[in-house]
T-cell receptor, first 114, second 113 residues
């Protein structure tokens, strides 16, 4: 069965510090992988996606993620966090064929302290 | 270009009442999805339209939920009668391609009291 695990419910980092949000997935085929972010009062915004090719993908707002097939992971990283990055982050996996109904993790809430 | 728009942004109703949520997808997007997040849980798929046809409704929790997409444009999700466990945030998303990237709306927060 498909599932996505985000083991960290809440992370607090200082502004300017580096960030890594963890995501592990269970999937029966080669997946499409996504990171979405939801800022307060906003909808889900796509940060980045992995479909194929280079396993290190760059996204918006200075985020990147690395697909590691051997570890079934797709961790999100940012070298220097800004206060505006405070939000909830969701990892999701979808099928490469057929409908792209997504399976989401439970989300990681990021707090940024000055 | 307008994004995915959902109405209302918040709704508070009493148990047993009916509520209708609306989603306007991005223009030209044939694929429309409904998802739901119950508090503290993951966002879960409810159903998928391709134009006006239901492609996959495997995530619909029960027959109190009815989704429609007449004319293949906007979609509505009706809950009748609402129960306490229906509370949550309902997201709509649309995509151009069958396996393309989904763009999400801001969600409708439904509270059943």
């Amino acid at each position: 069965a498909q599932s996505v695990t985000q083991p960290d419910i809440h992370i607090t980092v200082s502004e300017g510090a580096s960030l890594e949000l963890r995501c592990n997935y269970s999937y029966g085929a080669t997946p499409y992988l996504f990171w979405y972010v939801q800022s307060p009062g906003q909808g889900l915004q796509l940060l980045l996606k992995y479909f194929s090719g280079d396993t290190l993908v760059q996204g918006i707002k200075g985020f990147e993620a690395e697909f590691k097939r051997s570890q079934s992971s797709f961790n999100l990283r940012k070298p220097s966090v800004h206060w505006s990055d405070a939000a909830e982050y969701f990892c999701a996996v979808g099928r490469q064929t057929g409908a792209n109904n997504l399976f989401f993790g439970t989300g990681t809430r990021l707090t940024v302290i000055p | 270009e307008a994004g995915v728009t959902q109405f209302p942004s918040h709704s508070v109703i009493e148990k047993g009442q009916t509520v209708t949520l609306r989603c306007d997808p991005i223009s030209g997007h044939d694929n429309l999805y409904w998802y739901r997040r119950v508090m503290g849980k993951e966002i879960k798929f409810l159903l998928h339209f391709v134009k006006e046809s239901k492609q996959d409704e495997s995530g619909m929790p029960n027959n109190r939920f009815l989704a429609e997409r007449t004319g293949g444009t906007y979609s509505t999700l009706k809950v009748q009668p609402a129960e306490l466990e229906d509370s949550g945030v309902y997201f709509c998303a649309s995509s151009q391609a069958f396996a393309g990237v989904a763009f999400f709306g801001q969600g409708t927060r439904l509270t059943v009291v």
